[in-house]
């Protein structure tokens, strides 16, 4: 069966340092990858998504990943933060085109000026 | 284009009523999907249409909810009776049908909040 595991529950950190928000997912057959974050009081927005080719995904709002296929991570980074991407951001797989997201338990992210 | 929506926003129920809840999703997806996330808990999936079909029912809890998608166009979810334990954020989302070399990725509404008293 596949599983994500977002390593930290809660980062905080200070306007404009960079931040990292792990993922690791465990499956036996390939997967689709996906960030997805939730700003407070709204639903859950489309950050980024790997389905195949470059291992380094380009996101909206600065945001990348990068796929590690040998660590089966998917990490998320940006190199500055602001104190707007304060929300709780959340990694999933899905096995196929159209299939079901499991998602990882989400990780709070607290930029503090 | 509008988004997946999704009503109420909110719902405050007593324990053992029936609530029902609505989704809209954007016009011409065909997949739809159901999550629920429980306070403190990853969100998991509950169910996934095709058109109107059923596709996926696993995630389901029990027979206290039944998901209905009419047409092929939006969809409840009813939970009756409630139960304390279905408090939590209802989640839907809708995709596009694709290849098989392309994930169009989902579209989610903004949820709907329960909560069971």
């Known amino acids: 069966a596949q599983s994500v595991t977002q390593l930290d529950s809660q980062v905080p950190v200070f306007e404009e340092a960079p931040v990292e928000l792990r993922c690791n997912y465990s499956?036996?057959?390939?997967?689709?990858l996906f960030w997805y974050v939730q700003y407070p009081n709204q639903g859950l927005q489309l950050l980024l998504k790997y389905l195949s080719g470059s291992t380094l995904v380009k996101g909206i709002n600065g945001f990348e990943a990068e796929f590690n296929k040998s660590q089966t991570s998917f990490h998320l980074r940006k190199p500055s933060v602001h104190i707007s991407d304060t929300a709780e951001y959340f990694c999933?797989?899905?096995?196929?085109?159209?299939?079901?997201?499991?998602f990882g338990q989400g990780t709070e992210l607290s930029v503090k000026p | 284009e509008a988004g997946v929506t999704q009503f109420p926003s909110h719902s405050v129920i007593e324990k053992g009523q029936t609530v029902t809840l609505r989704c809209d999703p954007i016009s011409g997806h065909d997949n739809l999907y159901w999550y629920r996330r429980v306070m403190g808990k990853e969100i998991k999936f509950l169910l996934h249409f095709v058109k109107e079909s059923k596709q996926d029912e696993s995630g389901m809890p029990n027979n206290r909810f039944l998901a209905e998608r009419t047409g092929g166009t939006y969809s409840t979810l009813k939970v009756q009776p409630a139960e304390l334990e279905d408090s939590g954020v209802y989640f839907c989302?809708?995709?596009?049908?694709?290849?098989?070399?392309?994930?169009?990725?989902?579209?989610f509404g903004s949820g709907t909040r329960l909560t069971v008293v």
């Open positions: 499956s036996s057959v390939s997967v689709y």
């Open positions: 999933a797989v899905s096995l196929n085109q159209g299939g079901k997201l499991i």
């Open positions: 989302a809708s995709s596009q049908a694709g290849g098989a070399r392309y994930h169009y990725g989902y579209t």
